[in-house]
């Protein structure tokens, strides 16, 4: 069973930016982030394995969102800047032991609780 603890969520401005971190109990094949605003769905942020340096990302992020890795602390963060109120949600780690490839319909098999972040406008 792995465990995953995220951090970092908070209010920021418009145009401001934060740092989500995620770290796990153990290593996993892949990590990643999901969010979901208020009354619509978990949608794909961005994911990487934690071996090498493949990243996918969702096109609402591309540019301005990135993952990356501690592999010594097995932990993951997320750099969100140019941050925009439509990126209000709750942001969730997920993790996934088994060996899949990396896409936008990745479905990992744990969760963190999840973890606030609000853009206000």
């Known amino acids: 069973q792995v465990q995953l603890v995220e951090s970092g969520g908070g209010l920021v401005q418009a145009g401001g930016s934060l740092r989500l971190s995620c770290a796990a109990s153990?290593?996993?094949?892949?990590m990643g982030w999901f969010r979901q605003a208020p009354g619509k769905e978990r949608e794909f942020v961005a994911t990487i394995r934690w071996s090498g340096v493949s990243t996918v990302y969702a096109d609402s992020v591309k540019g301005r969102f990135t993952i990356s890795k501690d592999n010594a602390k097995n932990t993951v963060y997320l750099q969100m800047n140019s941050l925009k109120p439509e990126d209000t949600a709750v942001y969730y780690c997920?993790?996934?032991?088994?060996?899949?490839?990396?896409?936008?319909?990745?479905?990992?098999?744990?969760w963190g609780q999840g973890t606030q972040v609000t853009v206000s406008s």
């Open positions: 153990q290593r996993t094949s892949a």
């Open positions: 997920a993790a996934d032991e088994r060996f899949r490839p990396l896409r936008t319909d990745w479905a990992p098999n744990y």
